[in-house]
C-alpha cells in the first residue's frame, strides 16, 4: 500500500501516544507506562520464540502478538492483516535472543538502530524504510526481505543470507557484507560508499545497476559533481570488480572495470593525463568493449577515405595505375574516387599495400597517421575481443 507522510507519523505515534488513537488506558496507569508495557510484552513473546523448535509453535506464538493488539484494540493493524503489524515500533538498541523467529512480520518505519538481531529469521520480513543504523544483522536469514530505502549506515551484516532480498534506494555507507549471500539481491541506486563486500557470493540475478531501466552508473558516479564523489564511485567500482572476480563472473567484473577507470579519469586534475585517458575511453574503451573499438576503426577508415577523396591536396597527390597509364584521384569522377579512396583507406587502415594505389607530398604523411591508426586499433581490437572470449 502506498503510505502518505502523515500516516508513516501516525504509524510511529501509536506506539508511544496509543490513546489518541482510541486505546484505552488502564486506571491507574500512566499512558507512557502502558505504552512501554505494550513494546514489552511484545519484546517477550519474540524473545520466547528463540527457544522454540517447532516450526508450526513459532507461528502460534508469533500470532499471540496479533490477538494481543486486537484486545486491546491497537490501531491500523487491520491494514496488514497477512502479518504481524510492527510498523513504525521503536526497537531501538534491544538485544534479542539468537536466533529470533519474524516471519510475516511488518517492521517497516520501524527504529531498530544498534538493535541485536544476530542468527534472526527475518524471511521475507518487510524492513522497508526501517532505521537500521548500525544493527547486528549477522548471519541472518533475510531471503526476499524488504529493505527498500532502508537506513543500514554501519549495519553488521557479515555473513548474512540476503538472497532475494530487495535493497533498492538503500543506504549501505559503512555496511559489513563481508561472507553475505548476494545471490539474486537488488541493490540498484544503493548508497554503497566504504561498504565492504570481502567474500560475498554473488550470481547473474544479483543487480547494482539496473538494465532495464537504462541505468548504467551507480548512484555514487550518477551524484558526482567534484573530484571527491568521483574517488567514491572509483573506490566503489573497484570492490564490486573484484567481488564480481572472485565469483567467476568476469564480464560483469570487465563492466565495473570499465566505469572505475572513467572514474579514475575524472577524479584526475592532471589535464594531459585526463585527455589521454578521455581519448582511450571515447576511441577504444580501454580495449574492454570490442563493439566501440570496431566502431572507431571503421569511422576512422571512412573518415580517412572522405578526406583522400575531397581534399585536394590529399586526392591530387594520390596515384594509381590502370596497367598503362598513372592517374591522380583528382583526375577521375567524383563517385569512382569515392571509391578508390575507400578503398585506399582500407589497404592503408590494414596495412596489406598492394601497390596499385600509392601517394607522394603531403598525402604520405596522413597515410603514415592511418598506418598507426590501424595498427593501434587492430591490436586494441584483437586484446579486447581475446579478453570477452576468454572471460565469457
Not at 502518505?4 to 496507569?29: A, C, F
Not at 510492527?86 to 538502530?113: C, H, M, P, Q, T
Not at 534472526?120 to 526476499?144: I, P
Not at 587502415?349 to 604520405?364: N, V
Request: charged fraction near 25%.
Amino acid at each position: 500500500m502506498e503510505y502518505t507522510k502523515e500516516h508513516i507519523v501516525e504509524l510511529r505515534d501509536r506506539w508511544v501516544h496509543p490513546s489518541r488513537y482510541g486505546v484505552k488506558i488502564p486506571e491507574g496507569m500512566t499512558e507512557e507506562k502502558f505504552a512501554e508495557e505494550i513494546r514489552d510484552k511484545i519484546i517477550g513473546i519474540i524473545n520466547e520464540i528463540a527457544e522454540i523448535k517447532n516450526w508450526g509453535q513459532e507461528e502460534e506464538k508469533l500470532s499471540e502478538i496479533q490477538e494481543y493488539q486486537k484486545m486491546i484494540d491497537f490501531p491500523f493493524i487491520e491494514e496488514v492483516a497477512n502479518s504481524v503489524d510492527l510498523r513504525g515500533i521503536d526497537l531501538s538498541r534491544i538485544e534479542f535472543a539468537k536466533g529470533v523467529y519474524l516471519w510475516r512480520v511488518d517492521l517497516s518505519f520501524s527504529n531498530l538502530n544498534w538493535v541485536k538481531l544476530q542468527n534472526a529469521d527475518l524471511f521475507r520480513t518487510n524492513l522497508q524504510k526501517a532505521d537500521l543504523q548500525r544493527a547486528n544483522l549477522q548471519e541472518a536469514d533475510l531471503y526476499g526481505a524488504n529493505l527498500q530505502n532502508a537506513n543500514l549506515f554501519g549495519a553488521n551484516l557479515q555473513e548474512a543470507k540476503l538472497l532475494m532480498a530487495k535493497l533498492q534506494n538503500a543506504a549501505l555507507h559503512w555496511a559489513n557484507l563481508e561472507n553475505s549471500n548476494l545471490s539474486g539481491t537488488n541493490l540498484t541506486n544503493a548508497d554503497l560508499g566504504w561498504a565492504r563486500f570481502n567474500g560475498a557470493t554473488v550470481n547473474s540475478a544479483t543487480k547494482f545497476i539496473d538494465p532495464e531501466k537504462g541505468i548504467k552508473k551507480i548512484k555514487a558516479e550518477r551524484e558526482a559533481n567534484q573530484k571527491d564523489d568521483y574517488t567514491a564511485a572509483y573506490e566503489i567500482y573497484l570492490k564490486l570488480k573484484l567481488l564480481y572476480r572472485a565469483n567467476g563472473f568476469y564480464p560483469e567484473a570487465d563492466n565495473f572495470l570499465y566505469r572505475e577507470l572513467v572514474c579514475r579519469r575524472k577524479a584526475k586534475r592532471q589535464k594531459i593525463s585526463v585527455a589521454t585517458d578521455w581519448l582511450f575511453d571515447n576511441l577504444f574503451a580501454y580495449a574492454l568493449k570490442p563493439l566501440v573499438v570496431l566502431r572507431t576503426a571503421v569511422v576512422g577508415i571512412v573518415a580517412f577515405a572522405l578526406a583522400f577523396a575531397n581534399c585536394p591536396l590529399l586526392s591530387g597527390h594520390i596515384f594509381f595505375h590502370t596497367g598503362k597509364d598513372i592517374f591522380t584521384l583528382a583526375e577521375i569522377g567524383f563517385l569512382p574516387r569515392l571509391w578508390k579512396s575507400f578503398y585506399f583507406s582500407v589497404v592503408t587502415f590494414s596495412t596489406l599495400g598492394y601497390g596499385d594505389m600509392f601517394p607522394c607530398g603531403w598525402a604520405q604523411f596522413v597515410v603514415i597517421l592511418e598506418a598507426l591508426f590501424g595498427l593501434i586499433a587492430m591490436g586494441i581490437f584483437v586484446v579486447s575481443l581475446a579478453r570477452r572470449m576468454m572471460s565469457a
